[in-house]
């Protein structure tokens, strides 16, 4: 955790925190973040049927801060230009991947094949294993992340599209634990686009006892949060630091999340702050007589 004084800050025999390329100027004390390409702070963005000038527009501000797309659920089959639209995310060098609504499609048709041909087709690096909308035996389930792994990146999911059916932290562990061993890259907590199911309650409140007893068991790197609302995107970041994995992102907010995960908006302005420092340095000054100020713990 970054500590230090704005006295200190302008002191010239302090080094300055490096300034990033994608930054404009530079603020000291801020949170280190990894550099792409990354295993944690992992930000994957949800691409619900952009226009190719749309992901052109996303991706002049987003790029520096996006390490993969998800074509959300099975958009992918509706999108028009599909082909030069997944050249223009391959140009500025960030993967793309299908929806694992869409791997159940295949697979509840009896398609797995035509699947897998599909991923050559348009040359996807990865792909989603979800079991969200179908009931699948999860062995099977291993064993179509064992032969993709063979071909792509397998990222699978875990947790039910389903708000009345609760999994219990031992399920989650188990499930975890086994779609890593049969060669998935990382595995996905399940929240949908609303952030309402799954990891959450209806309301969008994280189940907290739930992550707390996933992270005893799975490696926090392994692990992609699905949190599309801020509100869990700041928990996530208060619990786990700036260089915690977040999924279902929306393209507008890129932007706003690198600055939550950087402590540079209200929610998390002095989280990454030594703020009994930072008290003294806003203490009114008796002795010389200088007017001071007072600064609230945030």
Do not use: C
């Not at 599909?82 to 295949?106: H, M, N, S």
């Not at 890593?180 to 309402?196: F, Q, S, T, Y």
């Amino acid at each position: 955790m970054p500590t230090g004084t704005e006295t200190k800050l302008l002191s010239p025999q302090v080094p300055k925190t490096p300034k990033p390329p994608s930054m404009n100027y530079t603020l000291n004390n801020l949170p280190e973040r990894t550099a792409k390409p990354r295993e944690q702070g992992y930000t994957m963005v949800m691409d619900k049927g952009l226009s190719i000038r749309e992901v052109e527009d996303f991706l002049e501000v987003g790029a520096p801060y996006t390490d993969i797309v998800k074509l959300g659920w099975a958009t992918s089959f509706v999108t028009p230009n599909l082909k030069r639209k997944l050249a223009v995310y391959k140009e500025a060098g960030i993967p793309v991947y299908f929806g694992g609504t869409l791997f159940e499609a295949f697979i509840i048709r009896n398609q797995f094949d035509d699947y897998r041909r599909l991923l050559e087709e348009f040359g996807m690096e990865y792909a989603e294993v979800s079991d969200g909308s179908i009931d699948l035996v999860h062995d099977r389930k291993l064993d179509y992340i064992r032969t993709l792994a063979q071909q792509v990146n397998v990222l699978s999911e875990v947790g039910s599209k389903d708000a009345e059916k609760i999994i219990p932290p031992y399920k989650w562990i188990s499930q975890m634990k086994t779609e890593l061993e049969a060669g998935a890259v990382k595995v996905i907590g399940e929240a949908r686009e609303a952030g309402n199911v799954g990891l959450f309650r209806s309301t969008g409140e994280v189940r907290s006892g739930l992550v707390e007893e996933i992270l005893t068991q799975i490696p926090v790197e392994k692990i992609l949060w699905e949190a599309p609302q801020k509100s869990q995107q700041v928990w996530f970041i208060k619990m786990m630091g700036a260089n915690v994995n977040l999924g279902n992102i929306a393209p507008n907010e890129i932007v706003s999340l690198e600055t939550i995960r950087l402590g540079l908006r209200g929610d998390t302005f002095t989280h990454f702050l030594d703020m009994d420092t930072v008290d003294e340095m806003f203490r009114p000054e008796v002795k010389t007589g200088k007017p001071g100020t007072s600064m609230p713990r945030g």
